[in-house]
């Protein structure tokens, strides 16, 4: 059980164009999802936190207007990065938490490449 | 967001040794988990920690939640080529409701 399904696994994109990114709680409910980037040899930066119905919450330094989140069900959160810039470019993993505390299982993660 | 001390930050060991691994934080926190991230790939949760002192094993991993529960470490015996990854330790507190991950420990194991 607990398992977090994330789309596209890795994606190319020209600069200036907008990519969205998916993620999914495929066998439980999630009432809080996760959205952090990863750059090469570094540990997981938190972007923002969303819960089902509501605005996320995003941490300091990261861009609303960039890095649209959405989290319209219970089962399914995207992460629309827009206008994107090679300074995007990044590995970006979600995370899932349900009711109670499941250590919030991880998404595969997504490869974004602008060029 | 904030992160956890979390050393070694690497180590390249041989195939058969013993690792051992540790997390310590100016905090306290609710529960401790140990995650492996192979390339690539999003982090696999390997062992979670709910209760000051509690020692858990899964197969050759062995992890212990600090009694002061800013601490905890994580062992792997007998190490096998798969046992390559990234290691990162995390933070749980209910009030956050958020995770606070150290900085990760590279492992390499030479067969």
């Known amino acids: 059980g607990a398992v977090v399904s994330q789309h596209p696994s890795r994606v190319i994109c020209k600069s200036g164009t907008s990519v969205k990114i998916e993620c999914r709680s495929l066998?439980?409910?999630?009432?809080?999802m996760f959205w952090y980037r990863q750059f090469p040899k570094q540990s997981l930066m938190l972007m923002a936190t969303?819960?089902?119905?509501?605005?996320?919450?995003?941490e300091q330094g990261v861009e609303k207007d960039k890095f649209l989140i959405n989290h319209a069900s219970l089962t399914l959160s995207t992460l629309t990065v827009t206008s994107a810039h090679p300074e995007d470019s990044s590995f970006y993993i979600c995370?899932?938490?349900?009711?109670?505390?499941?250590?919030?299982?991880f998404g595969s993660g997504t490869r974004l490449t602008v060029v | 967001g904030q992160q956890l001390n979390q050393s070694p930050q690497s180590m390249f060991i041989q195939e058969g040794e013993d690792v051992s691994m540790n997390c310590t934080s100016s905090s306290i926190f609710n529960t401790w988990l140990w995650y492996k991230q192979e390339p690539g790939e999003g982090p696999v949760l390997l062992i979670a920690?709910?209760?000051?002192?509690e020692l858990t094993s899964n197969g050759r991993l062995t992890a212990q939640f600090g009694i002061t529960r800013k601490d905890s470490f994580l062992n792997i015996s007998a190490s096998i080529p798969s046992d390559v990854g990234i290691y990162f330790c995390?933070?749980?507190?209910?009030?956050?409701?958020?995770?606070?991950f150290g900085g990760g420990t590279r492992l390499m194991v030479k067969p």
């Open positions: 969303s819960n089902e119905g509501s605005k996320a919450t995003y």
């Open positions: 066998d439980f409910q999630a009432t809080t």
């Open positions: 995390a933070g749980y507190n209910n009030a956050g409701n958020m995770l606070t």
């Open positions: 995370s899932a938490a349900g009711q109670g505390f499941y250590g919030y299982t």
């Open positions: 920690l709910y209760k000051a002192g």
